[in-house]
Structure formats: C-alpha cells, structure tokens
C-alpha cells in the first residue's frame, strides 16, 4: 500500500496557475503509473493526467497543451501543473497509484 498526499491547491483567478504535488510513501512510485483525477461537485472523478514508469504522458483532450504531469523519483513525488485555468476546473484533485488514493486538494478557480 502507498500512502499519497496532495497539496498546492487553493484559490486562483481564471487564466491563473497552480502547481501540485503528490507526495508518496510505502513504496517507491518510480515503479508505477501514476495518476492525477478531479471531481467537482455532483458530478464523478474523472482522469486528468497519468504518467507511466517509463514517462510517457497522457491527458484529458480537455487540460491538452495547459497542463502538465512530471514525476521526480528521487523525491517520490508527482506533480500536476496547471495553466491557464477555467472556472469550470473548480474540483477536489485527487492522486491515485494502483489502488491507492490521496484525500486530495481543493482547486478553486473564480474571479
């Protein structure tokens, strides 16, 4: 088992930037392909961003070209950076690896 912690959201304008973290312990994630998934009020978690072991990337068509998952081993850490944010974004951002979910952190995006 993995324990995740995510941090890095908060309140930002639209059009702004936030960067999170996922910080993971237990096991080493360089292993693993590790996922990045928000959910907003009333509606259900969906896929953001995952990063394989091996690096590749993929992404909602929605956050294509705005955001950008990255892994740093050594530190045990993914992270997700945000930009050009919409309203629409406003979520809770979990982290997830195998089976294994982060509490998360609120995204608030609003003027």
């Known amino acids: 088992q993995v324990q995740l912690v995510e941090s890095g959201g908060g309140l930002v304008q639209p059009g702004g930037s936030l960067r999170l973290s996922c910080a993971a312990s237990?096991?080493?994630?360089?292993?693993?392909?590790m996922d990045w998934y928000r959910q907003a009020p009333g509606n259900q978690r969906d896929l953001v961003a995952a990063?394989?072991?091996?690096?590749?990337?993929n992404y909602a068509d929605s956050v294509k070209g705005r955001f950008t998952i990255s892994r740093d081993n050594a530190k045990n850490t993914v992270y997700l950076q945000m930009n050009s944010l919409k309203t629409e974004e406003t979520a809770v951002y979990y982290c997830?690896?195998?089976?294994?979910w982060g509490q998360g952190t609120q995204v608030t995006v609003s003027a």
């Open positions: 997830k690896c195998l089976n294994d």
């Open positions: 237990g096991r080493l994630i360089s292993f693993y392909t």
């Open positions: 990063i394989t072991r091996g690096g590749t990337t």
